[in-house]
């Protein structure tokens, strides 16, 4: 595709519900990464895949936070019991490989109530 | 770990002037460094991608530079429109390429 695209654009959930955000990244490339964004923040890193292998993932806040890339292309990241302070901007980025330019895709709004 | 601060938070500044955003990290070993502008609630587009080995890069109206062993970069806009106005976020790439970001500057160009 001609970009990174993310589903849904926004999700409310009720805190307990789980929840799956969905990042299709930019067609070959290899490097794709979540981040979380609070009002007024900047972006901060959650987690990273080099094609299907799951090499960093320090930044995911809890273990309610489970991230896959399954065939090392779309990528889920997937948020259980979900609390208020999980409330953010979801962002997905793509590189084509070490030390590349990142993409960014829109986000996923979550709001949780 | 590493920090990425921006300074100013916020500018206003009438059309046409030039300006610079500043920013600064606390850790010299960084792969690249990566400048986004990000709208009201929109993604953020990269503008500028500098590596570690190069010192600055341009394209169109902005330039940005590098000096890793003082931790700073800045970013220069030319000339400066009313579809400028948005966040100038700052991040280092580190470790995994991950990056680490700014606050960002918030920037207002009035018409």
């Known amino acids: 595709g001609a970009g990174v695209s993310q589903s849904p654009r926004y999700k409310v959930a009720k805190r307990g519900q789980d929840v799956a955000l969905r990042c299709d990244p930019i067609s070959g490339h290899v490097s794709l990464f979540w981040y979380q964004q609070a009002l007024g923040q900047g972006p901060e890193f959650l987690t990273y895949f080099q094609n299907e292998a799951q ?12 991230a896959e890339r399954p065939e090392g292309s779309v990528s889920t990241l997937k948020i259980q019991r979900t609390q208020q302070e999980d409330s953010a901007v979801y962002l997905c980025a793509s590189s084509l490989g070490a030390g590349g330019e990142q ?11 | 770990k590493q920090e990425v601060t921006q300074i100013p938070a916020a500018l206003s500044v009438p059309e046409g002037e030039n300006l610079v955003l500043n920013c600064s990290f606390t850790d010299s070993a960084i792969y690249n460094l990566q400048w986004f502008r990000q709208d ?20 169109g109206r902005l330039n940005a530079s ?11 806009i030319a000339a ?10 700052c991040a280092v790439g580190t470790g995994f390429q991950k990056l680490v970001f700014g606050t960002g500057t918030r920037l207002l160009v009035s018409p």
Do not use: H, N
């Open chain 1, 55 to 66: 090499l960093d993932k320090s930044g995911l806040p809890s273990d309610r936070f489970f």
């Open chain 1, 103 to 113: 993409y960014f895709g829109p986000g996923t709004r979550l709001t949780v109530t």
């Open chain 2, 40 to 59: 009201p609630g929109k993604g953020l587009t990269s503008l500028l991608l500098i590596q570690s080995s190069q010192r600055e890069q341009t394209s």
């Open chain 2, 66 to 76: 590098l000096d890793k062993s003082s931790g700073r970069s800045t970013l220069y």
């Open chain 2, 80 to 89: 400066s429109q009313p579809g400028d106005s948005a966040t100038y976020l």
